[in-house]
């Protein structure tokens, strides 16, 4: 600070030698360059002398070798992090799966893998959906509970061995396994599409199957969520294979086609990592829930063009509670139903500060489509309204 005094009260004393009081007799234009010249001459020296001190004005000062304007910040350069021997592993065996042509069949079929504790509630609605496409499906029943008892041919004998599976715990997520390597058995099964005990169709069979099986996609849900609900559940226990900014979110219930059931079937070192560091209790009091992270993780790192970001099976978060609207008997209409066949956006509400909602459309081949083919949260009792809309309407 003194030195800016010294500096200030400097050039005012110059300025009054040079110049003068303003009554001094106007001087020659060649007296008037020399002084000028003299005056920057000084300027400069009295600059390099006195620099200014203060952090404000150093970046932009003029003898700087930073020189004026913004500030320049060092970033340091991104040095790649050398693959661990597993990593390097999975790459090869996904990338080659994924470099091969997919199988041609002569009738490609979409795999119905049901997930369900038992008997599944709207087994005749499904007979509906079913009926006169024979040869263009496969069921596949996972039933964690008990043992289903049948209405329909096309559920009978379908069971597939299954383990007991408790909510939000890993157990869901290797049933899903179970179902993809049943399903997978049968060379022409070329779609995977994961419903639960509660879903229905909101669209007829020869609409789905087209959907399906004329796009390259798979659709798996899979977004960021900032908030305490997504990129909270994240422990530095995944590094070095899975960090924070790797970490998605989606629900789990999953459409995919052949090549992505295999490599999620190839897996070992993201399945083992989400096995033992992405569950509930775990420390600092987190609950992780690995059905709705596992996924959508695993593929936007490693095929992320491959997947369409939304599910095609509908399901209402908007009052953001722990589980989404449940619709029963009173609620069913044409109008609920067409309301969710035309939807082109999927939602997805997250849980940062601002309670964002992150808005996909639905855009396959370039074109914005319908998104959804199935819809849950459903109750038992609204099976028979459903049947009746399903049979004397051609909205699905």
Same mark, same amino acid.
């Given at each position: 600070?003194?030195?800016?005094?010294?500096?200030?009260?400097?050039?005012?004393?110059?300025?009054?030698?040079?110049?003068?009081?303003?009554?001094?007799?106007?001087?020659?234009?060649?007296?008037?360059?020399?002084?000028?010249?003299?005056?920057?001459?000084?300027?400069?020296?009295?600059?390099?002398?006195?620099?200014?001190?203060?952090?404000?004005?150093?970046?932009?000062?003029?003898?700087?070798?930073?020189?004026?304007?913004?500030?320049?910040?060092?970033?340091?350069?991104?040095?790649?992090?050398?693959?661990?021997?597993?990593?390097?592993?999975?790459?090869?065996?996904?990338? =080659?799966?994924?470099?091969?042509?997919?199988?041609?069949?002569?009738?490609?079929?979409?795999?119905?893998?049901?997930?369900?504790?038992?008997?599944?509630?709207?087994?005749?609605?499904?007979?509906?959906?079913?009926?006169?496409?024979?040869?263009?499906?496969?069921?596949?029943?996972?039933?964690?509970?008990?043992?289903?008892?049948?209405?329909?041919?096309?559920?009978?004998?379908?069971?597939?061995?299954?383990?007991?599976?408790?909510?939000?715990?890993?157990?869901?997520?290797?049933?899903?396994?179970?179902?993809?390597?049943?399903?997978?058995?049968?060379?022409?099964?070329?779609?995977?599409?994961?419903?639960?005990?509660?879903?229905?169709?909101?669209?007829?069979?020869?609409?789905?199957?087209?959907?399906?099986?004329?796009?390259?996609?798979?659709?798996?849900?899979?977004?960021?969520?900032?908030?305490?609900?997504?990129?909270?559940?994240?422990?530095?226990?995944?590094?070095? =294979?899975?960090?924070?900014?790797?970490?998605?979110?989606?629900?789990?219930?999953?459409?995919?086609?052949?090549?992505?059931?295999?490599?999620?079937?190839?897996?070992?070192?993201?399945?083992?990592?989400?096995?033992?560091?992405?569950?509930?209790?775990?420390?600092?009091?987190?609950?992780?829930?690995?059905?709705?992270?596992?996924?959508?993780?695993?593929?936007?790192?490693?095929?992320?063009?491959?997947?369409?970001?939304?599910?095609?099976?509908?399901?209402?978060?908007?009052?953001?509670?722990?589980?989404?609207?449940?619709?029963?008997?009173?609620?069913?209409?044409?109008?609920?139903?067409?309301?969710?066949?035309?939807?082109?956006?999927?939602?997805?509400?997250?849980?940062?500060?601002?309670?964002?909602?992150?808005?996909?459309?639905?855009?396959?081949?370039?074109?914005?489509?319908?998104?959804?083919?199935?819809?849950?949260?459903?109750?038992?009792?609204?099976?028979?309204?459903?049947?009746?809309?399903?049979?004397?309407?051609?909205?699905?």
């Amino acid at each position: 600070m003194k030195e800016e005094l010294a500096w200030t009260k400097f050039l005012r004393n110059l300025l009054i030698m040079v110049v003068g009081s303003r009554n001094r007799p106007q001087l020659r234009r060649p007296t008037w360059i020399i002084v000028l010249i003299s005056i920057v001459c000084v300027f400069l020296v009295a600059a390099y002398i006195y620099p200014p001190q203060t952090p404000k004005h150093s970046a932009c000062y003029f003898f700087s070798s930073e020189g004026c304007g913004t500030t320049r910040v060092e970033v340091p350069k991104a040095v790649a992090r050398e693959l661990t021997d597993r990593e390097l592993e999975s790459r090869v065996v996904i990338n =080659e799966i994924l470099n091969v042509d997919p199988a041609k069949t002569r009738i490609p079929k979409v795999a119905f893998l049901f997930l369900t504790p038992g008997s599944l509630p709207f087994e005749k609605l499904w007979h509906m959906f079913f009926k006169g496409h024979e040869g263009k499906f496969s069921v596949y029943l996972h039933a964690s509970r008990e043992k289903p008892v049948h209405v329909s041919p096309y559920f009978v004998g379908r069971e597939i061995h299954s383990e007991p599976v408790g909510w939000g715990k890993f157990s869901m997520v290797e049933a899903e396994r179970r179902l993809l390597a049943n399903a997978l058995l049968d060379p022409d099964n070329q779609h995977f599409v994961l419903l639960s005990d509660s879903c229905i169709p909101v669209r007829k069979f020869d609409f789905m199957y087209n959907y399906l099986l004329l796009t390259n996609v798979s659709f798996v849900d899979c977004y960021v969520d900032a908030g305490p609900h997504g990129n909270g559940r994240y422990i530095e226990r995944m590094l070095p =294979e899975v960090e924070m900014k790797d970490f998605r979110k989606g629900s789990q219930w999953f459409s995919m086609k052949r090549q992505h059931a295999i490599i999620v079937m190839a897996d070992s070192l993201y399945f083992t990592k989400f096995k033992h560091h992405c569950r509930p209790n775990m420390e600092g009091g987190k609950n992780c829930y690995a059905d709705e992270h596992y996924l959508p993780t695993f593929f936007s790192m490693r095929d992320p063009g491959g997947i369409a970001n939304w599910s095609v099976t509908y399901v209402d978060w908007s009052e953001r509670k722990w589980h989404p609207r449940s619709y029963k008997a009173r609620d069913i209409s044409h109008q609920l139903i067409r309301k969710i066949a035309s939807i082109d956006q999927s939602p997805h509400y997250t849980s940062d500060i601002k309670r964002s909602v992150v808005i996909t459309p639905c855009i396959l081949n370039n074109l914005k489509r319908p998104c959804y083919l199935f819809a849950r949260k459903f109750f038992p009792e609204t099976q028979d309204k459903l049947i009746q809309i399903f049979s004397n309407s051609t909205l699905f």
